[in-house]
């Protein structure tokens, strides 16, 4: 499979849903190559002002390269989940117009051999997305156990061979280090054999990767960060490419319209007022979309609004 150009995926839509004022506070807390920035700064006047913020520095470069010289942007090194530190420091704690979380991998992360993130092309078995932070997929995949690698699968890739795999892991370990992409992607094949459609070493090259970044936890951070961030009015939305991520954003949102929803019944406490609300239903690519960009067929956007 050859590399797919980088698209920014629901670019119209998520725009759209931010609706942006010129003169808007704004922040991308997921820059990647800049595809919705590019199209929020369209829209900003020179008053209005947008950051971003990345794990990954070289999204961080690409950034700066493109974009460093427009005066309303900044873009800084970090992870959603720390947002309020960023905001106190641009001096905008609380006075977001709206933030954009568009999940997941890249399209240059996936598409560098070198990071590790795809079993399409052989390559070191990495997949952290600050590779100066962090143990690498190769470092957990020698260290973790056969029950740790089991929950990983299962937990984070819903893997239903996460059993059979994981012992195959921990038996072809004994002689020789897994290191690199083919080596992984091949004994999965070996242990569980082909399937229709996906690989069969999709979900637990997924799972890995959400696992050595933190990525759940990080979100469930960085989505009750955002609502704190927001100022009243303030715009949440966030594209999600798979489900454990969608389910989060969704229960997010829906304990802050709501938590008796999530809570079965339970009566609310009796100072709890709404902090969001939520904005129409869940969003999703085109056909068209979906032809000219096939990594789209995954993504589900959501829309809030803060509160008074």
């Given amino acids: 499979m050859g590399a797919y150009p980088h698209q920014p995926v629901l670019l119209a839509e998520a725009v759209t849903s931010l609706g942006i004022r010129g003169d808007g506070t704004y922040l991308d807390a997921t820059f990647g190559r800049g595809g919705h920035s590019r199209a929020i700064l369209a829209r900003l006047t020179e008053q209005g002002r947008l950051f971003a913020l990345d794990k990954d520095p070289q999204a961080v470069e690409a950034g700066?390269?493109?974009?460093?010289?427009?005066?309303r942007f900044a873009i800084t090194q970090g992870s959603y989940a720390d947002m309020g530190r960023w905001t106190r420091a641009w001096g905008v704690a609380g006075?977001?117009?709206?933030?954009l979380f568009d999940l997941g991998v890249s399209s240059p992360q996936l598409d560098d051999p070198e990071r590790g993130f795809s079993f399409m092309e052989d390559g070191p078995l990495d997949m952290r997305m600050d590779p100066?932070?962090?143990i690498s997929a190769a470092e957990f995949l020698a260290s973790a156990d056969e029950r740790e690698?089991?929950?990983v699968f299962w937990e984070f890739g819903e893997e239903r061979h996460a059993r059979r795999i994981a012992r195959s892991i921990v038996k072809a370990r004994r002689h020789?280090?897994?290191?690199r992409t083919s080596q992984l992607a091949g004994l999965i094949e070996k242990a569980i054999g082909r399937r229709e459609g996906k690989h069969p070493a999709t979900r637990c090259f997924q799972a890995i990767r959400i696992h050595i970044n933190n990525e759940l936890a990080d979100l469930s951070s960085g989505l009750q960060a955002a609502i704190e961030q927001l100022r009243?009015?303030?715009r949440l939305v966030a594209i999600s490419f798979h489900s454990l991520e969608d389910r989060l954003v969704k229960r997010t949102i829906r304990e802050?319209?709501?938590p008796g929803q999530v809570r079965r019944g339970l009566p609310e406490p009796p100072d709890w007022r709404p902090r969001l609300r939520s904005v129409g239903k869940a969003i999703r690519p085109s056909d068209a979309e979906i032809s000219a960009n096939p990594r789209a067929r995954s993504a589900v956007m959501r829309v809030a609004e803060r509160l008074a």
Wanted: charged letters at 35%; glycine letters at 18%.
């Fill in 64 to 71: 700066r390269r493109a974009l460093g010289d427009d005066p």
């Fill in 95 to 99: 006075e977001l117009d709206g933030i």
């Fill in 132 to 134: 100066t932070q962090g």
């Fill in 149 to 151: 690698l089991s929950r």
């Fill in 176 to 179: 020789e280090p897994l290191e």
């Fill in 232 to 234: 009243p009015g303030g």
């Fill in 256 to 258: 802050a319209v709501r």
